[in-house]
């Protein structure tokens, strides 16, 4: 490999020792990756949690081919496309019934900025002002525009970034590994680490609160699965107080945890809804905000002609986005992926148990296709430990995700059994080599 990768400055990357020791991905199919070396690679993250119906999809990828040579960009300020309203109706199939307005983006980032913006204008349009603070959570990942930083809780993803937004709060998280570590599926305690949003609202009052955001499955920071009970909760004090209560459900949306959306999963249905990721199966960027009825309708007031929400993105439902989400919606469709998961939860959570007692490993968790295997740090070495397991993965034809110490698991959700094997054999050897 003779290529210069200096003027490439990557994301989320250690950019140093990437460049000293590249690792290139040139081809994917199904659920393997092939890189610059021919190597077969098992993609256990589904991309970035992204690729829900594995790699190079024949109705995704014609699709694609077919918009980019009719329309190839239509203007979407006071302006459309058929495809985009084919593509939110059919979106609002999917989508717990009460949210059935779709706002389209173009990542998670700008959806979760979307839906914080809409959740506060929507108490300003409606007379209700003073209505501005957001409150996220401790450990909470939003993406990373300043609303996302500002109400995430991942401190390395705030620390470099100045005050970001003001008037913002934090839930406590709801990892407890005292009681709840190895719990297969959802963790029995916690469901009262809710009321500690009685305790905000007793700090700043309802009257100033607009919204709080969650993810239902926290997965940037370690696969937290939320305590049973937690989230009802959660909707109940959001409920008595007239305060939004968003879901973020970009890496849980589009079947990762067995149903369409983790809303529909855990029985519990926020007023806005984020996506992104599974929505176009990876393959071109898009996010969405999935609004009430209610609050969409608080917006169309005024006079006909004036513009209701003020906010919008060159590429919002962008032609190649939608031909990509539709040829992927229909993919989900023909092979019953959206509830796959439910069939493969049971052997995936075995495979997984199964390195419980392993050199490291503090905890696992799982839900649907979600896994973490949380391991001791390296002492004074945060993060090390579980990255040179990612490296080792890698090298034995595994893409595997470390965030901190806790290895992540979302594989696409077409996988089989022998991959699950495949999976939990090389992160078993991988962990034994590195006691
Ligand atoms: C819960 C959640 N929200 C938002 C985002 C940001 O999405 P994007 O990277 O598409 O901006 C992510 C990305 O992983 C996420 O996990």
Redesign the pocket.
């Known amino acids: 490999m003779t290529q210069n990768l200096d003027a490439y400055w990557m994301p989320f990357t250690a950019n140093r020792q990437f460049k000293q020791a590249p690792r290139l991905l040139t081809g994917a199919d199904g659920m393997i990756f092939t890189d610059d070396r021919g190597r077969q690679i098992l993609d256990g993250i589904a991309g ?2 992204c690729v829900n119906a594995g790699h190079n999809r024949p109705k995704i990828v014609e699709a694609i081919q077919r918009q980019a040579a009719l329309l190839d960009f239509a203007p979407p300020f006071q302006m459309a496309h058929p495809m985009v309203f084919e593509l939110a109706n059919r979106l609002i199939e999917l989508t717990p019934a009460s949210l059935n307005k779709v706002f389209f983006t173009n ?6 900025d979307t839906a914080l913006k809409m959740a506060i204008a929507y108490h300003r349009v409606r007379g209700d002002a003073s209505r501005t603070r957001l409150i996220g959570r401790e450990r ?6 300043f609303g ?1 930083i500002s109400v995430g809780g991942i401190v390395g993803n705030r620390k470099l970034f100045g005050p970001m937004l003001g008037g913002v709060d934090h839930l406590c998280h709801t990892h407890d590994p005292a009681r709840n570590a190895f719990s297969v599926g959802q963790p029995l305690h916690g469901a009262e680490f809710a009321n500690d949003l009685e305790k905000l609202i007793a700090l700043h009052d309802a009257s100033t609160i607009a919204a709080v955001i969650v ?1 239902p499955v ?3 920071t370690g696969v937290l699965i939320p305590p049973l009970g937690y989230l009802q909760r959660l909707r109940e004090i959001c409920d008595k107080h007239g305060i939004l209560l968003i879901f ?5 949306g589009f079947g990762r945890t067995g149903q369409p959306f983790a809303a529909q999963t855990f029985g519990v249905t926020p007023d806005l809804m ?1 996506a ?2 599974g929505l176009t199966n990876g393959c071109v ?1 898009m ?1 969405a905000v999935f609004a009430t009825q209610a609050i969409h309708d608080t917006f169309m007031t005024g006079p006909e002609h004036l513009i209701e929400f003020p906010h919008g993105y060159t590429y919002s439902g962008h032609p190649l986005a939608c031909a990509a989400a539709l040829g992927t919606l229909d993919t989900y469709a023909d092979e019953g992926l959206l509830t796959r998961a439910t069939e493969m939860q049971g052997y995936f959570a075995e495979g997984l148990h199964s390195l419980k007692g392993l050199p490291h490993v503090i905890d696992i968790r799982n839900i649907g296709l979600i896994g973490g295997v949380e391991l001791t740090p390296l002492p004074g070495e945060p993060g090390k430990r579980a990255f040179s397991l990612f490296l080792d993965c890698w090298e034995q034809g595994l893409l595997i995700r470390t965030t901190g110490d806790t290895v992540a698991l979302s594989p696409p959700l077409i996988i089989e059994r022998s991959h699950i094997d495949q999976m939990i054999d090389t992160l078993r050897k991988a962990l034994v080599k590195a006691a």
Request: no cysteine; net charge negative.
């Open positions: 970035l949690w990542s998670g980032s700008e959806a979760v909470g990942y939003h993406g990373v525009n996302g993810e926290a997965g940037s973020d459900e970009v890496i849980t984020t992104a990721k960027p996010g």
